[in-house]
């Protein structure tokens, strides 16, 4: 029988598994496994060729009984309702292991950045803010950066809210250029908070950092940040890939050069003649393989062959419940993407806090803070692995999901 590969029901699953070894009623799983909300809207945008195409979006808020909800939006020809709800789940989890006043939030719109102008891109954010101005704010439900959207796309988002509320709102959005209100350390937050997570779980298995042969699958922003970041601490990384192909070189790649050959979408194999495939990549003998680019990709099919001793989940979802119970009977230490990930929604939260103080950090006050929450995340997690004899997944969907049905405990949402 194939595995079900819908990530919807494989996190409703986890959900489920988390809250019965917790002790906590069939009524907590019922309101738990699904976003309190979801809004599906549709964006006329007036395209550069003075036709109008309409564009369908989505926001997803999964509970705010711990605080507002949280979350990326996302421009993806992909993009569907299923993926918005199970990604807004995943971060109410991320919020709650790294215990942050938060529940998680997402959202998307269907729609290919690759293949539009500057000018449409600008149309298609404020048109999204516009359609779901009533159920976001400050307050509310802060958006972020996501897949194939940036600072900029953030500086609009946010300039749009403002002119519709008439008042300047910094802290509606997070992920801003610097001088709208941004953090210093956002935009590499992902990677980094990857690489204290990398750094945690090499001195687990008694690995030293220096020269780890790394493999990192996906070479966009979290991708890439983290080939620099390792190289910089002296890792080797042997691989990396985008979704054109893989690169493997088994005494170390040239990161810099691949940096500055890298596309503003993560692409860089197509300069190259002799590149593998992205399965091929994930099978390379590694000591840390960090699977950062799309869902599902280490699978009950090949998770027998995965070399690495570590695998850390930069992506999300790229690891299936099959795959995930494989790795752990080989002993693999699998840090999930619920943790592993979770620096992007800190720094996040850093920058909130910024924004509703209207006093500024440096970035190595950033880093010292983030450094902090995802050393002690990273702790919660691996002993409730330990203890509770579990993976290392559904400890971190236990620590993730106690605190978030504690507040609707409290609240009186649920006995």
Known sequence: MSENLNVLHSTQVIIEQALTRLGYSESMVELLKE????????????????????????????NDA????????RFHPDVNEDEVKALSIWMSLKCGIVDLPYGG???????DPRKMSFRELERLSRGYVRAVSQIVGPTKDIPAPDVMTN?????WMMDEYSRIRE??????ITGKPIVLGGSHGRETATAKGVTIMIDQALKKKGIPLKNAKVVIQGFGNAGSYLAKFMHDMGACVVGISDVYGGLYNPDGLDIEYLLDRRDSFGTVTKLFKDTLTNQELLELDCDILVPAAIENQITADNAGRIKAPIVVEAANGPTTMEATKILMDRGVLLVPDVLASAGGVVV????WVQN????????????????????????????VHMTRKVD???????????????AARFRGWVN
């Open 35 to 62: 976003p309190l909300r979801v809004l599906t809207v549709r964006i006329p945008v007036r395209m550069d060729d003075d036709t109008v195409k309409v564009f369908t979006g989505y926001r997803a808020q999964h």
């Open 356 to 383: 509703n103080q209207g006093y500024y950090w440096t970035e190595a006050e950033v880093h010292a803070r983030l450094q902090e929450v995802m050393e002690k995340g990273f702790e919660n997690v691996y002993n």
């Open 151 to 155: 600072s900029q796309i953030m500086a």
């Open 105 to 111: 939030g997402k959202g998307g719109v269907i729609c």
């Open 348 to 351: 996040s939260y850093f920058e």
């Open 392 to 406: 290392m997944r559904l400890a971190a969907y236990m620590v993730g999901v106690r605190k978030m049905a504690e």
């Open 167 to 172: 008042f300047d709102a910094p802290g509606f």
């Open 66 to 73: 711990v605080g507002p909800t949280k979350g990326g939006v």
